[in-house]
């Protein structure tokens, strides 16, 4: 197991198994009157300590590690099996003990003490309960933490491509201006020798017409 206290819980839980099986089994077929009044409540003071730590042992197998939280949770079913075979072989026993007299034959302290432990209880699973809420809470907000570290790490990694981005995008830009100045400068030079070609084209037709009026008129 990966919890020390699931173990060590477990520990409590079958010395008390252990005590409970005795009295049961052993103990109280064989005893009479008083004694096995005391016996049958020591017996089920038994049942709900083990009960509150079967509890307990359920609320660190919720929040244990996937790989052991299996074989924790099965160990539990069995404990609870048990407990449950011992609690129905008490309740029997007594019934059959005391010829169905009230409250087994216990006085009116016996059921206040009896009241006073199953509140106890109660409260015992109120409290296992709010624990394992609050475990579930702390998962929840450190899971919640990891994606905003997460989130925030994406975002920087977006923001630096943005500005590699941006980077390139001005590069461009001064890239593309260039160009135009350039397209510029040829198109004036291909402007001026359109110009410079045609005066060449007059010059020589003027030249030509010179020369065949002097050949022909002169």
Known sequence: MSSEKFESLDDDFTSILDSLRERIERKIPNYTGEEKKTAIRHAERNVEEA??????????????????????????RNYRREIDQLNRSLK???????GGADTFGFDRNDRVEASQRARLMEGTQILNRTSESIARSHQISAETDQIGVDTIDELGRQREVL?????????TDS?????????????MRV??????????????LGILGVVIWWKFFK
């Open 191 to 204: 402007m001026t020798n359109k110009m410079i070609l045609i005066v060449v084209i007059l010059v020589e």
């Open 92 to 98: 029997k026993g007594t019934s059959a003990g005391f």
């Open 175 to 187: 890239n593309l201006s260039r160009s135009r100045k350039i397209l510029k400068t040829m198109a």
């Open 163 to 171: 500005e590699r981005t941006k980077d390139r995008l001005v590069d």
């Open 51 to 76: 009960n509150i730590i079967l509890q307990e042992m359920e609320a660190e197998a919720r929040i244990a590690p996937v790989s052991a939280r299996t074989q924790m949770l099965s160990k539990l």
